[in-house]
């Protein structure tokens, strides 16, 4: 069995359509630097489990995204004291839902 890259992790949990939805929630937390949002642009990762699940810490100089498992959590800026929180979980903005489509049905 071979452990998957940190970078094939990373990747894994920010597609394209979440980058879309971080990108709309940074400036929020003062976590946006230049447009960061996409996978590439993360480095770091830390993961924890609770109970049957796990938390998945996506995080660069600037912004730290969570997950759930596979669902996106939230979003906060960067700080290294949320590595060492005993329940970083609580810091995070939540996550929008999408938005409704205008109109009738």
């Known amino acids: 069995m071979t452990t998957p890259r940190i970078d094939d992790i990373i990747s894994s949990l920010i597609t394209p359509e979440i980058s879309e939805e971080i990108r709309g929630q940074l400036p929020e937390v003062d976590g946006l630097s230049h447009g960061l949002a996409k996978a590439e642009d993360f480095h770091s990762l830390r993961s924890w489990p609770v109970g049957g699940a796990?938390?998945?810490?996506?995080?660069?100089?600037?912004?730290?995204?969570?997950?759930?498992?596979?669902?996106?959590?939230?979003?906060?800026?960067?700080?290294?004291?949320?590595?060492?929180?005993?329940?970083?979980?609580?810091?995070?903005t939540r996550a929008l839902a999408p938005a409704l489509a205008e109109g009738g049905l």
């Open 54 to 92: 796990r938390y998945y810490l996506v995080h660069n100089d600037d912004s730290a995204v969570l997950f759930l498992n596979e669902t996106l959590v939230g979003v906060a800026e960067f700080d290294r004291k949320l590595l060492s929180k005993k329940h970083p979980e609580k810091r995070f």
